[in-house]
T-cell receptor, first 114, second 113 residues
C-alpha cells in the first residue's frame, strides 16, 4: 500500500520569508511524487513532480521540492513567500508499478501574512 | 489549452435520490479517475478507467457506479444518496504512458439534504 504523511495542518509564514511544507511517503519500490495546490472550491492544480534524476525539482510559481530517498521525504519549498501563495497544498505519491491513481496526503494549509 | 470539464458544478439532492456526474477529459487522454473530497478531507480515489475499461477500484461505495464511453467521457452514477455523500467530486485525466501527473477538473459539489 502507498501512503503520504503531511505532519502539519497549517504553516504560517511572513511574506518574503522562505517557506517549507513537509511531506513523507511510503510506497513499494521507487516513487513518483507530486505536489498540488488547491484554492477554495477549486480543483487541484499541478505544481511539480519527481520521477527520477536530480533530487531538487523546480515547478510552477517559483516552488521547488527536494527528494530525499533515505528520509522518504519530498518537502515543498519556496525562497520568498507571497500572500497569493496562501492555499491548501497536497503531496501525492504513486509507485512505478501497480496503482496509477495518486494517493494524497491530508493537506497543509499555507497562510502567508503580509 | 483544453482542460478537464465537469458538469454540473453544483448539485443538490435529497436523501435516497440518485445523481449523475459527468466528466470530459483532456483530448487524447486515455485514462480517467474519479476522486471524492469530503469537507476538510484529502481527495480519496474512487475508480479509474483506461480505454473505456475499469482499470482500478478504490473506496467506491457499492451504491456508486461509473463508466467511460466511446468518446472517453465518463459518468459517475450515485444512487440511494446519503448525507455523508455530500462532497466535492473530482475527475482527473492523464495519458497512461506518461509519467504520472493527473490533470483535475474544477469539481462537482454534491449536497445531499
Amino acid at each position: 500500500a502507498q501512503s503520504v504523511a503531511q505532519p502539519e495542518d497549517q504553516v504560517n509564514v511572513a511574506e518574503g520569508n522562505p517557506l517549507t511544507v513537509k511531506c513523507t511517503y511510503s510506497v513499494s519500490g521507487n516513487p513518483y511524487l507530486f505536489w498540488y495546490v488547491q484554492y477554495p472550491n477549486r480543483g487541484l492544480q499541478f505544481l511539480l513532480k519527481y520521477i527520477t534524476g536530480d533530487n531538487l525539482v523546480k515547478g510552477s510559481y517559483g516552488f521547488e521540492a527536494e527528494f530525499n530517498k533515505s528520509q522518504t521525504s519530498f518537502h515543498l519549498k519556496k525562497p520568498s513567500a507571497l500572500v497569493s501563495d496562501s492555499a491548501l497544498y497536497f503531496c501525492a505519491v504513486r509507485g512505478y508499478t501497480g496503482r496509477r491513481a495518486l494517493t494524497f496526503g491530508s493537506g497543509t494549509r499555507l497562510q502567508v501574512q503580509p | 489549452a483544453a482542460g478537464v470539464i465537469q458538469s454540473p458544478r453544483h448539485l443538490i439532492k435529497e436523501k435516497r435520490e440518485t445523481a449523475t456526474l459527468k466528466c470530459y477529459p483532456i483530448p487524447r487522454h486515455d485514462t480517467v479517475y474519479w476522486y471524492q473530497q469530503g469537507p476538510g478531507q484529502d481527495p480519496q480515489f474512487l475508480i479509474s478507467f483506461y480505454e473505456k475499461m475499469q482499470s482500478d477500484k478504490g473506496s467506491i461505495p457499492d451504491r456508486f457506479s461509473a463508466q467511460q464511453f466511446s468518446d472517453y467521457h465518463s459518468e459517475l452514477n450515485m444512487s440511494s444518496l446519503e448525507l455523508g455523500d455530500s462532497a466535492l467530486y473530482f475527475c482527473a485525466s492523464s495519458l497512461q504512458g506518461a509519467t504520472g501527473e493527473l490533470f483535475f477538473g474544477e469539481g462537482s459539489r454534491l449536497t445531499v439534504l
